[in-house]
C-alpha cells in the first residue's frame, strides 16, 4: 500500500460548483499534511497547510481525520482557475514529506 | 522575495554525458530537499539536507547520483553516467525546520532528457 493515496480523477465539475478530494495516508505518526496545487509544466505550489483538525481559507477548506486517517480538501464556488492537479503531502519523518500522485480537477463553463 | 532557484531550466543530453542541476534556496531556509517527477511514480524524494547536512539519501535511486550541499545557499544534484530512464523533472525544494508544520516551497524545476 502507497504510504499516501489519491484518487487520480479527473474530476469535471462547472463553474460555481463544489468539489471535494479525500487523500488517505498509512503513517498514523504523521503530524502535518499539505495540499499543494500544480499547473500543468509547473512546479508544485503551497495551497494549505493542514493544521489539527481543519482549517478554511476563503474558497478552499480542508481537513484533518486521525481517526480515519484521511485528509480532504473541499473547494466551493469553483473557478475556472481552479483548473489543476492537487497534490496531498503528508510527512513521515523529520521533515520528509510523502506525496500522493495528485488529482486533477478540470472546471467548464 | 525570491523564490527557490533552480538551473537550468532545461536540458538534453545524450547518455553516458554528467548532468549538474542546482538550485539556491530560499535565504533563510536550513532545509533543502530534491525531487524527481515522473508520470509513472509522480513525485519522489532523493534527498534532503538540514544545515547543510545530509539526513536522507535513501530516495537516491543508484549510485549514479549524488547530491552536495556546500554552504547554505547552493546545493547540486549530480547524475553520472546519465540513462534516458532519468529522464524527468527535477524540483528543488527549501524550507524552514523547527515545529511540526514544515512547508516545503518548490523551485521551477529542471526538466531533463536523456537522449
Known amino acids: 500500500r502507497k504510504e499516501v493515496e489519491q484518487d487520480p480523477g479527473p474530476f469535471n465539475v462547472p463553474e460555481g460548483a463544489t468539489v471535494a478530494f479525500n487523500c488517505t495516508y498509512s503513517?498514523?505518526?504523521?503530524?502535518?499534511f499539505f495540499w499543494y496545487r500544480q499547473d500543468c509544466r509547473k512546479e508544485p505550489k503551497l495551497l494549505m497547510s493542514?493544521?489539527?483538525s481543519g482549517n478554511e481559507d476563503g474558497r478552499f477548506t480542508a481537513q484533518l481525520n486521525r481517526a480515519s486517517q484521511y485528509i480532504s480538501l473541499l473547494i466551493r464556488d469553483s473557478k475556472l482557475s481552479d483548473s489543476a492537479t492537487y497534490l496531498c503531502g503528508g510527512n513521515t519523518g523529520f521533515q520528509k514529506l510523502v506525496f500522493g500522485t495528485g488529482t486533477r480537477l478540470l472546471v467548464s463553463p | 522575495d525570491a523564490g527557490v532557484i533552480q538551473s537550468p531550466r532545461h536540458e538534453v543530453t545524450e547518455m553516458g554525458q554528467e548532468v549538474t542541476l542546482r538550485c539556491k534556496p530560499i535565504s533563510g531556509h536550513n532545509s533543502l530537499f530534491w525531487y524527481r517527477q515522473t508520470m509513472m511514480r509522480g513525485l519522489e524524494l532523493l534527498i534532503y539536507f538540514n544545515n547543510n547536512v545530509p539526513i536522507d539519501d535513501s530516495g537516491m535511486p543508484e549510485d549514479r547520483f549524488s547530491a552536495k550541499m556546500p554552504n547554505a545557499s547552493f546545493s547540486t544534484l549530480k547524475i553520472q553516467p546519465s540513462e534516458p530512464r532519468d529522464s524527468a523533472v527535477y524540483f528543488c525544494a527549501s524550507g524552514s525546520s523547527g515545529g511540526i508544520y514544515n512547508e516545503q516551497f518548490f523551485g521551477p524545476g529542471t526538466r531533463l532528457t536523456v537522449l
Open positions: 503513517n498514523s505518526a504523521s503530524q502535518s
Open positions: 493542514v493544521y489539527s
